[in-house]
């Protein structure tokens, strides 16, 4: 597994090099439904971030005080709690910039976007991987996840963007954690909900694409919002893998092992 996640970064790398910096391209602010309700601008991109706050409450709630508590060692509640606040404040992030979209705004959207795929990334290496690289490499790759954010920001305001690093920790991620979920000894029951998440991140992000081509049928409801309702399902979906799961006995893996796998 070790060699295959090596050459999946090796190959992003050789990208990242290759390609030359992409901007932000300004027509990305002009979503498909900008209709008003109640004085609030741009109202159902922005209502329909409510049930990220909701799930990541939920989360914060069970990993603190539920019953999910007796599931965890204290390095992986951190780990759970930093998740659910992360996906929290994309809630808020994601409202904040749809109020009045523009690239300064933008950054508070993805900030919390990027650590909270970045600390998903480091829990699935520490549950489906290696205990030990996982806790190791979480501050680590959630420090990454924000500095690629922080850096597109200020290549924007020097007049050449540069989304590159920002789109590699986004794809990479998710290239790699399937990997991991298909071919490593599994840790814990309910990995089948995990691939499930995976899905519906996927149709949100066709539904992203899609965003005025959805909106143009009776003009009920944009991509845009369909995006956020899908991956708000999916975080959804993590909190139940998250409170459902067991540990399982493998004698194929060790405590820290797991990284032959």
Request: glycine fraction near 8%; charge should be positive; charged fraction near 10%.
């Amino acid at each position: 597994m070790i060699p295959i996640l090596l050459g999946l970064a090796a190959l992003g790398l050789a990208g990242l090099i290759l390609f030359p910096p992409i901007a932000q391209p300004l027509w990305y602010h002009d979503f498909a439904d900008q209709r008003a309700v109640l004085g609030i601008a741009n109202f159902w991109n922005v209502i329909s971030n409510v049930p990220f706050v909701f799930v990541g409450s939920l989360g914060i709630w069970h990993v603190a005080w539920g019953s999910t508590k007796c599931q965890m060692d204290s390095r992986e509640r951190w780990m759970h709690l930093f998740f659910f606040a992360a996906v929290a404040l994309m809630g808020v992030g994601s409202a904040f910039y749809h109020l009045s979209p523009n690239n300064d705004r933008l950054v508070w959207d993805r900030l919390p976007i990027a650590v909270t795929f970045m600390a998903l990334f480091a829990i699935i290496i520490t549950e489906y991987l290696s205990r030990r690289a996982g806790v190791v490499l979480f501050v680590p790759l959630v420090l990454l996840g924000a500095a690629t954010v922080f850096y597109w920001h200020l290549t924007e305001t020097w007049g050449r963007g540069d989304l590159r690093p920002y789109l590699l920790t986004q794809l990479y991620p998710a290239v790699a954690m399937p990997l991991i979920l298909w071919l490593c000894p599994k840790s814990y029951t309910s990995t089948g909900t995990l691939y499930s998440v995976m899905a519906w991140y996927a149709g949100a992000k066709l539904y992203e694409f899609l965003d005025k081509d959805i909106f143009s049928f009776g003009q009920v409801i944009s991509g845009h919002t369909l995006k956020h309702i899908g991956a708000a399902v999916s975080c959804y979906l993590i909190f139940i893998w998250m409170r459902d799961r067991r540990l399982v006995e493998n004698p194929a893996k060790t405590t820290g092992a797991a990284l032959s796998c």
